[in-house]
């Protein structure tokens, strides 16, 4: 962020420094008329692009009261829950881990993620919060084959073999079978993996 503001002090500064030869022709004017149509865009582009990076951040994701279970679930001690498993075994970017499982690995995923991410942000502040917060939409297989597709332990366990084609076609969930994503019994319980104040 204080390279983009640094980068537009420069550029206002260079505009303004060059304004009085600028203004003396005509060509002049339009560069400058062009400049000053630029200069908004640009700062709009910057300031778009630093809030999709920090709203695809964990701190982020947490920063609401309703999802802090979620956010405590990635220390819960249990091995059959995969927000905590890929957690806790560095399987994804710790700072990015909820972006990571949630956001839609096909074209234009990205920018789906951040409107049901803007969805969720438009309920938290107008609208009424459920008790438990859904998907919008089923959690699709290739979310989880982006990673484990080409993994040896994903490749090699027995079930993944003999349901490869109903994985890979989406016939059949990686849910029907690894269907703790959160743990929050394991929240209830304090059933922490390590205590609050040795969390990163």
Known sequence: MIVIVSAVAVLVAMIAH????LTANRLGRLVLLGGLAIL????SGAGVAVGVRESSQTQFCMG???M????QSLFVDNPNALAAVHYQ???IDRDSTCFSCHTDYALFGDAKA???GLRHVWVHYFGTIPPEPRLYQPYPNYNCLHCHNDARGYLEAGPHRELQAELQSGARSCLSCHDLAH????????NFWLP????P
Do not use: I, S
Request: charged content about 35%; aromatic content about 4%.
């Open 68 to 71: 802090e279970r979620y956010g």
């Open 18 to 21: 060059a304004a009085g030869h």
């Open 114 to 116: 951040k409107l049901n």
């Open 89 to 91: 075994k560095r399987l």
């Open 64 to 66: 609401c009261h309703e």
């Open 183 to 190: 743990d929050l019994e394991g929240v209830k319980a304090q």
């Open 196 to 199: 609050e104040r040795a969390r």
């Open 40 to 43: 908004p865009l640009v700062v």
